[in-house]
């Protein structure tokens, strides 16, 4: 039964709760059902104009609280996201369409971040470095970096925000928080949780729109941001970065992906089927760590194809808030289309249907398995963001590699195999910034998360992730007698 007690229906803005200044709203729908679930804020640039002030007039007092006391406001926010686990659950699923248990272990997810940076808060170290001339000492510190725009996308309405915004408020940076237009709901029942655990106001700040471009443009060009961060697509992380040019802003960006999954002859296949359901099939294939394309080598391809198959075939369909369902729906007529033509151009160019293959009823994709993949296939090189899995068959192990790199992104990959030269072989080898050795889940708070080439700049999580949000200053004492 879905409670509402977390639905808010205006933006949080320097500790108040907000309508935009032109009146205009925009409705949040159930992307499972189409059934409208609330009309929020529309906020222009004028607006975000305001949360960016009431952050940077936070910044001093807030980055002077002792890192005990800004840990302490996080172990809060942290025991109150938990306490609300099945209600932020629910409302996750209703607005992304994310199957329940999902959902439950995405607020888990997301809450990890917020405990570990309540935790990393204190241990900002910094250094000291022997000095080229006795009368000199020389200090390293680092200090907050001032105010941080978090832009964070549907497919993980929660985890997202907390993955950015914990490190920021940990080293002391308030935070412009803009989720994008399907999923604005969550972040808003977390900034009222984080109202509730008493961070001050104009240090958490949430802008909900629909005109992500002008509002992503302000958030880029307003000198008082000096650190964006963004996840979601290649194409968008660009625009972000050259806009940041004109002030030289910090930069993250998680973007997308094109996974290879690599089981060779010797892999345990039952082993790989498994990861491999995860690594596809978790949020319907809409993960930019998703695995894109298979590789099975020549031996095992039949055995790896057919256990996949059935595993797939056995996936159920439907809305998410069904305790069975292991799979919803895609989040947008946009996306769907996308998958269906990835399927077409494949099967057009000879793959092989095992399993699905077609549209169900409203934004539904059956789950597909395509035997016989090539790399003249659009699937080769894009990212699908659906439950599509393409198997390409390949003989060596260099020849694999080649194939695993031939593609402009490197987020994640992920590969079986039981001999251990081959295992450092293949992962020094394999050009990506995540590596699933034998494993299909790879993320958790105290790994850093983050991609090479054309997948991002930065990591995320882990003890590497505060650094993002702090600027190092070294300081030169002279003049030692
Ligand atoms: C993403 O898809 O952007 C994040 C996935 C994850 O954190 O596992």
């Known amino acids: 039964m879905q409670k509402n007690n977390l639905i808010k229906k205006e933006a949080y803005v320097n500790g108040k709760w907000v309508s935009a200044r032109s009146g205009k709203t925009f409705e949040v729908n159930n992307p499972a059902t189409g059934a409208l679930i609330a009309s929020i804020p529309d906020m222009n640039r004028e607006d975000v104009r305001a949360a960016i002030d009431a952050a940077n007039e936070s910044w ?73 001339t006795n009368d000199k000492r020389i ?16 497919n993980f309405p929660l985890a997202m925000i907390t993955r950015k915004v914990a490190p920021a408020l940990a080293a002391g940076s308030p935070v412009v928080v803009k989720p994008p237009s399907e999923t604005p709901l969550t ?12 961070f001050p106001p104009g240090v958490y700040n949430t802008v909900t729109t629909t005109e992500s471009s002008e509002v992503g443009k302000e958030l880029c060009e307003n000198r008082k941001v000096r650190k964006l961060s963004f996840t979601g697509s290649t194409q968008v992380g660009k ?3 050259s806009q940041c040019s004109s002030t030289l802003k910090k930069l993250s960006l998680e973007l997308g992906g094109n996974a290879p999954f690599i089981v060779f002859d010797d892999a345990d296949v039952d082993a790989a089927v498994k990861g491999a359901i995860a690594a596809k099939f978790r949020n319907s294939g809409q993960t930019c760590v998703c695995v894109n394309r298979f590789f099975a080598q020549d031996k095992i391809y039949e055995e790896f194809v057919a256990k996949l198959t059935s595993a797939v075939a056995g996936l159920k369909v439907g809305n998410g808030l069904d305790s069975d369902v292991q799979i919803g729906p895609l989040i947008s007529a946009k996306g769907l289309n996308k998958v269906k033509q990835h399927v077409e151009d494949a099967v057009a160019k000879g793959a092989v249907l095992r399993e699905g293959g077609k ?6 994709y059956q789950p597909t398995v395509l035997a016989d993949a090539t790399a003249d296939m659009i699937i080769a090189q894009e990212e699908v963001f659906g439950p599509v899995a393409p198997v390409f068959r390949f003989s060596t192990e260099e020849e694999v590699i080649k194939m695993a790199n031939d593609t402009e992104y490197g987020l994640a990959a992920y590969f079986y195999t ?50 993002y949000f702090m600027e190092i200053k070294y300081l030169c004492f002279g003049g030692i007698k």
């Open 187 to 198: 972040a808003l029942a977390l900034a009222h949780l984080a109202e509730k655990a008493g």
């Open 418 to 467: 039981k001999d251990v030269s081959r295992c450092w072989r293949v992962a020094e080898a394999l050009e990506s910034g995540m590596v699933g050795i034998n494993e299909g889940l790879i993320s958790n708070a105290v790994a850093p998360f983050g991609g090479v080439k054309q997948s991002g700049i930065g990591r995320e999580g882990s003890k590497y992730g505060m650094d």
């Open 359 to 364: 549209e169900m009823s409203g934004l539904f």
């Open 60 to 132: 001093h007092s807030y980055r002077d609280l002792t890192a005990n006391e800004r840990a302490g406001l996080l172990k809060k926010w942290y025991a109150l996201i938990l306490e609300n686990k099945e209600e932020l659950a629910n409302l996750m699923t209703i607005e992304s369409g994310k199957v329940l248990q999902e959902s439950i272990g995405e607020v888990e997810y997301g809450a990890s971040f917020v405990e570990w940076f309540a935790e990393e808060a204190k241990r900002t170290y910094g250094d000291v470095i022997p000095a080229p």
């Open 139 to 154: 200090v390293v510190i680092k200090q907050s970096i001032g105010v941080v725009a978090a832009l964070t996308p549907w």
């Open 239 to 241: 625009i972000l970065m």
